[in-house]
Each structure stands twice: as structure tokens, then as C-alpha cells.
Nanobody, 123 residues
């Protein structure tokens, strides 16, 4: 069992920045492919960015150039740096872990989910 705990959400104005963190409870964190998903009210959860065990990253088109996923294996922590935030970026952000590579940001075969952290961007 591995616990994932997100933090760093909050309220910002459009154009602002936030950095989300996802702390894993076990060092086996580094054996998992990690990802950030988000869900806006009334909408389905969607993939934001993924990072594989070999460091390869994928970012959804709607965040490319603004968000960056990274991880620090020494700290068992996943990050999402979010810049130039827009109101449509508002929602709950979740980190997730799976064995094996992610496929096109799809939330398939997720082994662990965090509880989420809320991001609110005002215009």
C-alpha cells in the first residue's frame, strides 16, 4: 500500500502560479509511473501530465508551455509547477500512480490515487 498526499492548492488570480506537491509514503514511489489529473465541477476527470520511471514526460495540449511535471525521488515527491494560470484551470487536482507506462494521459489501471487538492483561479 502506498499513500499519496497532495498539497499546494489554493486560490490565485489569472496569470498567477502555484506548485502542487504529491508526497508518497514509500520509496517504492520511484518504481511507479506518476501523473496529475484534474476534475472541474460537472466535468469528467482528465489527464494533465505524466512522468515515466525513465523521466519521459507528457503534457496535455491545454497546459503545454504553462505546466511542468517533475519528481524528486530522494524526497518521494511529485510536483506540478503551474504558471500563467487561467480560470479554466480551476478544479481538483489528483496525483496518481500506476505500474507501467501511461497511455495518452488515460486514467487506466491506476494503482493509487491521492485525495486531491483544490485549485481556484479567478479572473
Amino acid at each position: 500500500q502506498m499513500l499519496l498526499v497532495e498539497s499546494g492548492g489554493g486560490s490565485v488570480q489569472a496569470g498567477g502560479s502555484l506548485r502542487l506537491s504529491c508526497a508518497a509514503s514509500r520509496s517504492t514511489f520511484r518504481a511507479y509511473s506518476m501523473a496529475w489529473f484534474r476534475q472541474a465541477p460537472g466535468k469528467e476527470r482528465e489527464g494533465v501530465a505524466t512522468i515515466e520511471t525513465d523521466g519521459d514526460t507528457t503534457h496535455a495540449d491545454f497546459v503545454k508551455g504553462r505546466f511542468t511535471i517533475s519528481q524528486d525521488n530522494a524526497k518521494n515527491t511529485l510536483y506540478l509547477q503551474m504558471n500563467s494560470l487561467k480560470p479554466e484551470d480551476s478544479g481538483m487536482y489528483y496525483c496518481a500512480a500506476r505500474c507501467g507506462r501511461w497511455t495518452l494521459l488515460r486514467q487506466e489501471s491506476v494503482a493509487y490515487w491521492g485525495q486531491g487538492t483544490r485549485v481556484t483561479v479567478s479572473s
